[in-house]
């Protein structure tokens, strides 16, 4: 059997409701970088069917943690989210020991990012969360 192999999910829709925090480590200084890693990843969001919600931005000593609270009809687990962070551009090191984390089913707590010298950013959370829902609305347009 090829192709998706049954996995239907994949392309239909359906009334599943699933709410999802991604978390995001960039170790960029430059928030324009990061801002622009993430609008060329919109395809992400797209193939998952995440709609965006809530944002923050934090900027942290090596860079930013990017907090996203979406929605998405699709059913997606811890597995899934760990995938999605990766794919979207989370620190490559961060990336592979939740991977490792999430593989075990064991840790309760698996997508932790240090938060004591976080500083948010109001406005490039309220900028990006617009951003990135523009973005989306637009790649859905046929």
């Given at each position: ?15 599943i409701?699933?709410?999802?925090e ?16 993430l609008?060329n990843?919109?395809?992400v ?6 709609k ?10 090596h860079?930013?943690h990017?907090?996203?609270k979406?929605?998405?009809d699709?059913?997606l ?10 794919l ?6 961060r ?11 064991k840790?309760k ?20 969360l ?7 609305i637009?790649?859905e347009?046929?």
């Open positions: 059997m090829g192709g998706l192999g049954g996995d239907k999910n994949i392309i239909t829709h359906n009334s409701n699933t709410k999802v991604i978390k995001l480590d960039f170790d960029i200084k430059d928030y324009e970088t990061v801002k622009s890693i609008s990843r919109v395809f969001f797209k193939m998952f069917r995440i965006p919600y809530g944002c923050i931005v934090a900027k942290t000593p860079g930013y990017i907090y996203i979406a929605h998405s699709m059913k687990d811890d597995k899934d989210i760990c995938v999605i962070q990766i979207l551009g989370d620190d490559f090191k990336g592979v020991f939740n991977w490792l984390r999430v593989r075990k089913e840790f707590e698996w997508n932790v990012l240090f938060t004591h010298k976080e500083k948010i950013e109001i406005e490039k959370s309220r900028e990006l617009s951003h990135l829902q523009r973005l989306i637009a790649s347009e046929p």
